[in-house]
């Protein structure tokens, strides 16, 4: 399996140097050349198997020769074996016709850890045995953040450097990462919102001096790893329903287009999905872009949904590849011209590649609250209000088929949007323990480039 980039002129590469690069040298993402493709048989075969096993299964494919099987179920049965639920992704029902998949059963209490747990190990069995220092540099609008530090934190040969947009976080979600004082972590709370902290990474990474230098890698969902560990739960949630033979709807909330992205690639190895439906809040890029084709930068309002408080979506482009027919070359163009103009049509070749399969909604907060509502007076399920975003989009899209909501965070996340809708505050799950009386350590600094990477560079170790 080799890798080829978004926009066309870097070279191809394996799954090794995929995961440890992150972003490609021409500034594009990397995807598969080809997608691997599951028979019915096979993903028939993924019933009764455990989430680690069906891991194994689906991402066999992806990492080619890099890794042999058996190192791969090694990996796989040590990542999941650190959340709490057996089922690592548990199908909670709702109704006759809605489920809810459980995404947040690991350390950090979000979906961020069933890919990143796996990252952490895949960094360190892939430094094994040389010199290389790897310089993570990751923008977090909170679940990213705490996610990688916990999959990182501690390990030899990794320094993390994670941008947060200060005060645009929540109470948990900062001290998730600020409260880890292990020596090569290192937490930035930015003057800017999300957008601007992931500018400033892409930065950084297109700076080929520092990016060169100290070895940067990814942790964000531009890092290709973390979108393949992401498609396992759609088979293993499709398959519990029914798959092959019935087909299943998943709606997913969307900030950085990454989630919905590995629904896409599941789609393109065989699963059978009826519908992917990209929820938004009110930042509604996304749904203008599915629905009308119209991918335009508005301002960025704060909503009590701040994962999805975004305008650029990094994985967007790769869609926009993937689904336009894999012209690299022009894609290049598009971007250059959305990032000097901020405004983009899609092609009618992007729009077409991926009707059918993906459709969009805008979920405002009085219809995210009466989805947590209903989730609770329902089946007593207390949710988080990005599933919120979710549930509502999947009540309204009018399918016929079993829908799976993907549920992202746990709701102790964010406990004000949650008491505000249902009357009642989550509690933290023990496993977080006393976060609260911990010390919290971090720096403040400008949203400027300079500022940003004359901080890191002095920190970073030179890669051997
Ligand atoms: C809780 C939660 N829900 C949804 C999202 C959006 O996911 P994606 O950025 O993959 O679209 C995020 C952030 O990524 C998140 O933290
Ligand atoms: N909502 C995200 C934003 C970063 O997304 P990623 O999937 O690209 O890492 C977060 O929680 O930080």
């Given amino acids: 399996m080799r890798y080829v980039s978004t926009r066309g002129t870097a070279p191809a590469i394996g799954f090794r140097e995929a995961t440890l690069t992150g972003l490609a040298s021409d500034g594009g993402l990397y995807l598969p050349d080809a997608w691997p493709t599951m028979s019915p048989a096979e993903i028939g075969a993924l019933a009764g198997l455990s989430y680690a096993e069906t891991a194994v299964r689906v991402m066999l494919p992806f990492v080619g020769d890099d890794l042999a099987e058996a190192e791969l179920r090694q990996l796989c049965e040590a990542a999941y074996g650190r959340f709490s639920h057996a089922a690592v ?33 895949l960094f360190e069995r892939f430094l094994a045995g040389t010199n290389q220092h790897l310089t993570i540099v990751g923008a977090t609008s909170g679940d990213t953040g705490s996610a990688a530090i916990d999959a990182v934190a501690g390990r030899d040969g990794v320094d993390i450097f994670m941008l947060h947009p200060v005060g645009r976080v929540s109470d948990v979600q900062r001290r ?7 020596p090569n972590v290192h937490n930035i709370a930015i003057e800017g919102d999300f957008d601007t902290a992931q500018a400033l990474v892409k930065a950084m ?41 019935g087909r299943v709807a998943f709606s997913v909330p969307t900030g950085n287009f990454g989630d919905v992205f590995a629904g896409y690639v599941a789609s393109r190895m065989g699963l059978p999905i009826q519908r992917l439906i990209v929820a938004t809040n009110v930042n ?23 994962s999805m408080d975004i305008q650029v979506s990094s994985n967007f482009e790769r869609l926009l590849f993937d689904a336009g027919g894999r012209d690299g070359r022009a894609l290049a163009q598009q971007m250059a011209e959305f990032e000097r103009t901020g405004v983009m049509r899609l092609t009618n070749a992007q729009s077409e590649g991926h009707a059918g399969l993906l459709s969009s909604d805008r979920v405002d907060a009085h219809a995210m609250t009466g989805a947590m509502r209903w989730a609770f007076s329902q089946a007593g399920e207390v949710i988080d209000p990005h599933t919120a975003v979710a549930l509502a989009a999947a009540r309204r899209a009018g399918l016929d088929v079993p829908v799976v909501t993907l549920a992202t965070a746990h709701p102790a996340k964010f406990p004000d949007a949650v008491e505000q809708a249902t009357g009642g505050r989550p509690a933290l799950p023990a496993r977080v323990g006393d976060l609260f009386d911990r010390e919290e350590r971090f720096v403040t600094l400008p949203a400027t480039y300079d500022a940003v990477s004359a901080y890191i560079c002095e920190r970073a170790v030179p890669s051997a």
């Fill in 89 to 121: 992704t548990p199908l909670v029902q709702i109704d006759h016709q809605h489920w809810l998949l459980e995404l947040f059963h690991g350390p950090t209490l979000a979906f961020k850890d069933v890919a990143l747990q796996l990252l952490g190990l």
């Fill in 176 to 182: 998730q990462m600020t409260t880890v004082l292990a």
């Fill in 205 to 245: 990474f297109n700076d080929r001096a520092v990016a060169d230098r100290f070895s940067l890698s990814a942790v964000n969902s531009i890092n290709w790893a973390r979108l393949m560990a992401q498609v396992v739960y759609y088979f293993y949630a499709a398959v519990r329903l029914g798959a092959p033979e």
């Fill in 284 to 306: 509604d890029i996304l749904h203008r872009a599915i629905a009308s084709g119209d991918y335009s930068k508005g301002s960025v309002q704060q909503t009590a949904t701040p």
